[in-house]
T-cell receptor
Framework: KQEVTQIPAALSVPEGENLVLNCSFTDSAIYNLQWFRQDPGKGLTSLLLIQSSQREQTSGRLNASLDKSSGRSTLYIAASQPGDSATYLCAVSEAGKSTFGDGTTLTVKP | GAVVSQHPSWVICKSGTSVKIECRSLDFQATTMFWYRQFPKQSLMLMATSNEGSKATYEQGVEKDKFLINHASLTLSTLTVTSAHPEDSSFYIC??????????????????FGPGTRLLVL
């Protein structure tokens, strides 16, 4: 059974810092890995999707990497802003269905 | 990108009533849809896999008689929470995949998530 772990569970940083969120998974036979953002009481916002054949994806200040063989992914956020405060979820997809991590709750202080 | 909608976005009901949640793929045909739920301060957990024209497959621990899933068309799946109780209060999110191939530049394995339905049972 696939298990997804995210570290740290919570992170508080001052505005402007670069930061890294970590995600690990136990079964490397995945189709893709996706990073989401979730604001309190809201749904999921897809940030980056990495196919199993890819190593990384970039969007603006976000960069996600994937090392399928070691079962790891990182989400790098550059020059963090207070608006980045949210919970970040990592999800791996196998045969269409996703297994989610518990998330990292990020607080960026002005 | 591909769009998946859910209706209603939120619902409050009395204990014992049944609630139906709809999940629609708006610009592609989804032969498979998935239903997830998220309890407060927890992550999303897969409840069931819904295949068009066949019975849903439920994850361990999910009561199939309580959470009725119908996937009668290629663009619509419904989740009915029967005789809802306060412990069923949760955030329900559906997702859809298009296994037929490329959709709006995406890969066929890509899931498209709905915005979610927040259920509060009093």
């Amino acid at each position: 059974k696939q298990e997804v772990t995210q570290i740290p569970a919570a992170l508080s940083v001052p505005e402007g810092e670069n930061l890294v969120l970590n995600c690990s998974f136990t079964d490397s036979a995945i189709y893709n890995l996706q990073w989401f953002r979730q604001d309190p009481g809201k749904g999921l916002t897809s940030l980056l999707l990495i196919q199993s054949s890819q190593r990384e994806q970039t969007s603006g200040r976000l960069n996600a990497s994937l090392d399928k063989s070691s079962g790891r992914s990182t989400l790098y956020i550059a020059a963090s802003q207070p608006g980045d405060s949210a919970t970040y979820l990592c999800a791996v997809s196998e045969a269409g269905k996703s297994t989610f991590g518990d998330g990292t709750t990020l607080t960026v202080k002005p | 990108g591909a769009v998946v909608s859910q209706h209603p976005s939120w619902v409050i009901c009395k204990s014992g009533t049944s609630v139906k949640i709809e999940c629609r793929s708006l610009d592609f045909q989804a032969t498979t849809m998935f239903w997830y739920r998220q309890f407060p301060k927890q992550s999303l957990m897969l409840m069931a896999t819904s295949n068009e024209g066949s019975k849903a497959t439920y994850e361990q621990g999910v009561e199939k008689d309580k959470f009725l899933i119908n996937h009668a068309s290629l663009t619509l799946s419904t989740l009915t929470v029967t005789s809802a109780h306060p412990e069923d209060s949760s955030f329900y999110i559906c997702s859809a995949i298009n296994p037929a191939g490329l959709v709006l530049g995406g890969r066929r394995e890509t899931q498209y998530f709905g915005p979610g339905t927040r259920l509060l049972v009093l």
